[in-house]
């Protein structure tokens, strides 16, 4: 397609719009055939479908409840480990790390996994979210066109953009969020080039879901203003609060999942015991299962008393660690949107039981609440502000918004520093703060760009035989290697300065006797970064590479030059490179 637009005229911007119009109407119609799976799944284990899980399952009798959300476990566990390995995850991370580090390129069975495993999650009562799910179809869904356009590398991470936005404005109805998320989260980067089709995707997402779904607002939200300017401070008071709670939540979450990895039984199995827990919470608090937008309305519309929503915080905190740590497959967007509106509308009885007067009712709390912790707790303030902001349609609460969800985000990043994403990220060793440059010096292994033609200078040899050694060599530093061939430290110019000009040194003095004993060395299996950073701590231009079984056994070298002809040759293959480019098509 994108050849074809290309040989008739059409620029590279249209051509992309073009395609974004496409994956958009592909992700809409991906994100209703998720929701239709749920909702089967929900029938199935539950009897009934819909968004009322709490009203469903606290119907059924206990037996029940237990049976299907550790049958839902028995059914996801076998199914990712064995199936789709690779659709582990919450989602978003992988689309992060996909994005930064692997030029946009996705597998789309890993998303056809992540749809069937999370809708079984969902279905079967599992407390996860569908946003994270759908932004990780979508972009699956976008990589697949773009690998099969033979897309370049640049545009690929901008069609990815495209998919999760299409995904994020499908699920909530608010297309503007979608592309905000996209640009804040996704891909770091707000250039106009990438803002056109990323808009485009999210639109005609939109358009798809409001035509089979209806143009309802995914949260039932009354209208409501800033009452007085004195609820300012409630409302900094509430961003701290959901700082805290969102920080403790992330907290929750990793632990449970180090909790589980240490339970002695397969890994497939772990979401049974994680179900029997699971399960057990439900018997006295069923508005833990699924997703839980209905318990979500009913604090927007003060139904729920300040002490049971604050219980609920707690409830809904535990149970969701207990179900993505145990290995259901699911997202937490949905959760910290939970958690918000619990926290927020449990303050919000507070205040205006004490200042009638002076607040809002504690709908409008939770109604800011939800920004504030989906923005400490995602990493996305803008998305999280715009979101709520395309709920209500009401530009007043707007303010009270900003001040929570800014507040929220920085006593996060001064307590946690990390969003959710990236800690999950950080757990796997992938750094993404460090930027993309860095990771793409990690991608490349210092074996794969050694030299094997470097000079050694025994420790035997002579200042003389040194200098002189040096006159022939185009480096300034070398090897030195005992008898043996082993190892013993580096000489370089710098060494010989202070002796090079004294009458009759040059045959009484040895190399082994000015050589630098501190040996800084890397090892094939290391990557350039780590190569890099240890050049600059040691203030060296040049590593000995050393065997990794013997660390005096030297098979190559690399120096600083060696490791930026790496990079500038990967950056240049990294941003104009397409998949399987074997018609020339890229762009």
Partial sequence: MSHALKKLGVNE?????????????LVGYGAIFFRYLIELFQTLFMGAGGENVAAIVGDLPGWRVMGMVMLGGLIVGPLVHFFFPTSRGHGVPEVMASVALNGGRLDLRDGLGKMIASSL??????????????????????????????????????????????????????????VMFALEVI????????FSPIVLSSVIATVVARVHLGDFPAFIVPHYTLVSVWEIPAFVLLGLLCGLVGTLFMI??????????????????????GGVLLGG???????????????????????????????????????TAITLGSGYSGGVFTPSLFLGAMVGGAFGSLVHGLFPSLSAGPGAYAMVGMAAMAACVLGAPIASILILFELTGDYRIMLALMVATIVAS??????????????????????????KESGLLRSISVGSIMRTDYTLARDTLSLRGLKQLMTLSPVDDFLVTGEDGRLKGIVSFQDIRGVAFEEGMEDLVLVRDIATRELITVTPEDNLYEAFKRMGAGNVEQLPVVSKEDSLRVVGVISNNDVIRAYNRALIERETAGPERSDGSDF
Wanted: with cysteine; hydrophobic share 50%; aromatic share 8%.
């Fill in 187 to 194: 891909l770091a980067d707000y250039g106009l080039a990438t």
């Fill in 410 to 435: 920085l006593l996060n990043s001064q307590v946690y520093g990390d969003s959710i994403y990236t800690r999950a990220l950080r757990r796997k060793n992938i750094d993404l703060w460090s930027g």
């Fill in 121 to 178: 999650s969902i279905g079967s009562g599992a407390s996860v979210g569908r946003e994270g799910p759908v932004i990780f179809i979508g972009a699956t869904i976008a990589s697949w066109a773009g690998q099969k356009l033979h897309m370049s590398t640049k545009h690929m991470r901008t069609l990815v953009g495209c998919g999760a936005a299409a995904g994020i404005a499908a699920s909530f109805n608010a297309p503007i969020a979608g």
């Fill in 13 to 25: 911007h249209v051509t992309l719009s073009v395609i974004a119009v496409v994956i958009g109407l």
């Fill in 252 to 273: 929750t979450l990793f632990t449970a999942e180090d909790l589980f990895k240490k339970l002695p039984v397969p890994i497939y199995m772990r979401p049974v015991f």
């Fill in 281 to 319: 919470i439900a018997l006295i608090f069923p508005q833990v299962m699924g997703v839980g937008y209905d318990v979500m309305n009913a604090a927007l519309l003060e139904e729920l008393s300040g002490p049971f929503l604050l219980t609920l915080v707690a409830v809904k905190l535990i149970g």
